[in-house]
């Protein structure tokens, strides 16, 4: 699944939301060993059985109704601790607008952790990240199943969110916070990295070493992220030119702009258009078959 130690993206254009999840149910000799950590957050959300997840010279057993959430670059490796462990997992990066709430219970371990002691929490978390899931199956392209699978883990997080410990909690820096959203509402802009730390009150170093330790990514690289998201929005959603679209998103040059689109969609915009008007005529015909 993946390339190489640090990319474990599926959705790899991506400069926030779900990546990749799914549902496990495994046996003993399930294992997953990541020395390097991935560029992207991880939840685990236990059902049923026994897990560890083993983070330096700690480990911490999973059971019923215990959620986990590991940062970006965190060395880590975590396996069933019995016979069987059941449990729905999210590689995904933190919409910008989460930060004023996203804020898990975290006790001394080096990482989020929560117990669900209610029944009640349990049931409602468990069926937000089962519609999450549902709706990220592979094969599964459309961009409004995509927002759905994102409200299930979203609304996973509120209920967690909700049954922490206010004494015990971790946010998003919100220096970094206000970064993202301004790369997110302006996506065209021309960044300058000594302005960004200066506004931070950050060096540059620091302004760097932290975005990309909460974030995942580098700013230039999210940036782009962002840009190409919001280029497949316009080309898929508008009869607007190419090069109309690759000045909308701060390209200068629409011949850049095609090359790198490409190189993160693995076509050019013409072809994505074609395909995503297809798409959507295919959705039509079976929505009007089925009624």
């Known amino acids: ?8 993206a599926i959705h790899g254009e991506r400069s926030y939301g779900i990546l990749i999840a799914g549902h496990f149910s495994v046996a003993a000799d399930y294992a997953i060993h990541r020395p390097s950590g991935s560029r992207d957050w991880l939840l685990i959300y236990t059902i049923s059985g026994e897990g560890q997840i083993q983070l330096g ?19 880590h490796q975590y396996s069933t601790k019995q016979e069987e462990w059941e449990f729905i997992w999210a590689h995904f990066i933190p919409d910008p607008q989460w930060s004023t709430w996203l804020k898990i219970p975290e006790p001394d371990e080096p990482f989020i952790f929560h117990h669900i002691s209610s029944i009640k929490m349990r049931q409602s978390i468990q069926e937000a990240l089962m519609r999450m899931v549902a709706h990220e199956l592979p094969g599964v392209t459309s961009i409004l199943h995509r927002r759905l699978s994102e409200i299930g883990l979203e609304e996973a997080l509120v209920h967690a969110q909700i049954n922490a410990d206010p004494e015990h909690t971790v946010s998003m820096d919100p220096r970094i916070a206000e970064i993202l959203r301004d790369l997110q509402l302006n996506p065209a802009q021309k960044v300058s990295l000594p302005e960004l730390a200066k506004n931070s009150c950050l060096s540059i170093s620091r302004l760097s070493h932290l975005f990309k330790e909460q974030v995942g990514d580098t700013i ?31 390209f200068d040059c629409a011949i850049h702009f095609t090359r790198k689109f490409r190189d993160t969609f693995g076509e050019t915009p013409s072809v994505y258009r074609k395909r995503k008007r297809e798409e959507l005529q295919n959705m039509d015909s079976s929505s009007l078959s089925a009624q």
Request: proline letters at 3%; hydrophobic letters at 45%; one cysteine or more.
């Open 1 to 8: 699944m993946a390339k190489k130690a640090m990319d474990y």
């Open 57 to 75: 010279q700690e480990a911490v057993t999973c059971s019923a109704g215990d959620m986990s959430v590991l940062l970006p670059g965190m060395p």
């Open 220 to 250: 230039l690289n999210t940036l782009t992220k962002f840009r190409m998201e919001r280029a497949a929005q316009l080309l898929a959603g508008t009869r607007r030119q190419v090069a109309e679209i690759a000045a909308d998103v701060g």
